[in-house]
């Protein structure tokens, strides 16, 4: 496969969605209000997402799955949930005292992946801007602050009219993903068959997303937005 074969395939196989979804999600810095560890939802996990606890509280997977997981009410195929405890049916793995995950950087992939990217069957919306999200709630300030700002216009520009620019950001955003995914021999495969890679300046890859973000979505009614945590 070469790089046009790949980008053929991303067109047809991948979501156009996804992509200011992860752009959002680069963009989106969590603020530890703990707000997702709490209520009502629950978080799916697979075999991998179990090993990977099972591997930051060095436990074996089988005492992790039996400890912090249960069965899936939804009986998604290969997929058990979080156990939600105590009276406010807060995550298992959420230290109250901290605020914050105690496996956070083990955390399950569909945790990595939140607020920002949603299952499009599953939401109506492209975006959720949750209103008790700290999270959230900076990142609608980082757009309403950032979109008419000369070296974001600077920056929507140059991607508007630079359309192989454009292509390789839309590869860096799937790269990422597959990333934060734990994709890591996917990911060494689609950098070696497009010649594309994450750039080193973070700053100026969040810079790009945000162009991008703007580009493909619109910011009508974030004024509206409230933040209510």
Same mark, same amino acid.
């Given at each position: 496969m070469d790089k046009e074969s790949f980008m053929q395939w991303l067109s047809s196989e991948i979501p156009e969605t996804l992509f200011p979804q992860i752009a959002a999600q680069i963009i989106f810095r969590c603020e530890n209000c703990g707000e997702c560890c709490r209520g009502e939802? +629950? @978080?799916?996990v697979d075999s991998a997402d179990i090993k990977e606890i099972a591997r930051a509280l060095q436990i074996s997977p089988s005492l992790a799955r039996a400890r912090f997981t249960e069965p899936d009410p939804g009986k998604n195929p290969g997929y058990r949930i979080l156990k939600s405890i105590g009276l406010d049916r807060n995550c298992? *793995? *959420?230290?109250?005292? @901290?605020? &914050?995950?105690?496996? +956070?950087?083990?955390?399950?992939?569909?945790? &990595?992946?939140?607020?920002?990217i949603n299952d499009p069957a599953k939401s109506e919306e492209i975006i959720s801007f949750y209103s008790d999200c700290r999270g959230t709630a900076k990142f609608v300030q980082i757009l309403q602050e950032k979109k008419n700002d000369p070296l974001v216009k600077e920056k929507i520009e140059s991607l508007t009219t630079d @359309?192989?620019?454009l292509q390789d950001l839309r590869i860096m955003l799937f790269i990422w993903l597959r990333s934060m995914m734990g994709e890591i021999e996917e990911v060494e495969q689609i950098c070696s068959i497009t010649g594309v890679s994450l750039p080193q300046d973070e700053s100026r890859f969040q810079m790009d997303c945000l162009a991008y973000f703007l580009i493909t979505m619109t910011t009508d009614g974030l004024d509206e937005y409230e933040y209510e945590g």
């Open positions: 939802g +629950y @978080a799916l298992c *793995l *959420l230290d109250e005292q @901290a605020r &914050r995950c105690k496996v +956070y950087s083990h955390r399950p992939r569909v945790c &990595r992946t939140f607020p920002m @359309a192989e620019r």
